[in-house]
């Protein structure tokens, strides 16, 4: 299984990549076999990232030293492990599927693929000095959207406007961001792998 980085955050921590290399077909005995229960009758490409973002958080138990008894998700679709009480997250966008595991505090991660067509849809999820903010970089529109679907995975509550409850501030450090969703205060750490950006909470 070509997960290709294991990222070991702090004591408590980890995050996964992995790039998808394998057929449908290849997928389908992994969901067979490792029990994952995807239904495979849904769009081939989706199946395919919900099988390796789970087998990444698979993974991530065993580097972490945990016992993996599979994944279910609460009302509002946030994926939580069976019988443990370490907190994930969960995120794809073709060819990578990535998984956040934290013991100790909540977390979120998000991946998101560079593209123009973030520039259509940002009044969506940026408020008017966010917009001034960013301009017309693809990276920083990417990097804002991701950072603002991260936190919204981390807080897990319903009701959330992406564009009055969620901020984001930039610091000094590279690779470092400020978010707060509501009255809650994140940090935010940032990759770029090809042309994608992967944010997750620290």
């Not at 299984?1 to 290849?26: C, D, F, R, T």
């Not at 940002?122 to 008017?128: A, C």
Request: proline share 2%.
């Amino acid at each position: 299984m070509p997960l290709i980085n294991l990222y070991k955050i702090s004591p408590h921590a980890v995050l996964g990549i992995w790039k998808i290399q394998e057929s449908i077909q290849e997928m389908k005995e992994i969901n067979k076999n490792e029990k994952i229960n995807i239904n495979e009758k849904i769009n081939n490409k989706k199946f395919i990232e919900s099988v390796a973002a789970r087998m990444v958080i698979k993974n991530l138990s065993s580097f972490m030293k945990l016992n993996y008894y599979g994944i279910h998700k609460n009302n509002l679709g946030k994926p939580l492990l069976i019988k443990s009480k370490a907190n994930i997250s969960i995120s794809h966008s073709y060819p990578y599927a990535v998984g956040l595991m934290n013991q100790k505090n909540v977390c979120g991660v998000d991946i998101e693929n560079i593209t123009k067509k973030v520039l259509k849809i940002n009044s969506k999820f940026l408020n008017k000095n966010e917009i001034i903010k960013v301009g017309n970089s693809l990276i920083k529109n990417t990097i804002y959207w991701s950072c603002k679907e991260a936190l919204f995975k981390a807080y897990n509550k319903s009701g959330i406007s992406f564009i009055n409850d969620i901020s984001i501030n930039e610091t000094e450090e590279k690779n470092k961001i400020i978010g707060k969703i509501k009255n809650k205060e994140f940090t935010l750490l940032t990759k770029k792998i090809d042309d994608f950006i992967i944010i997750y909470t620290n």
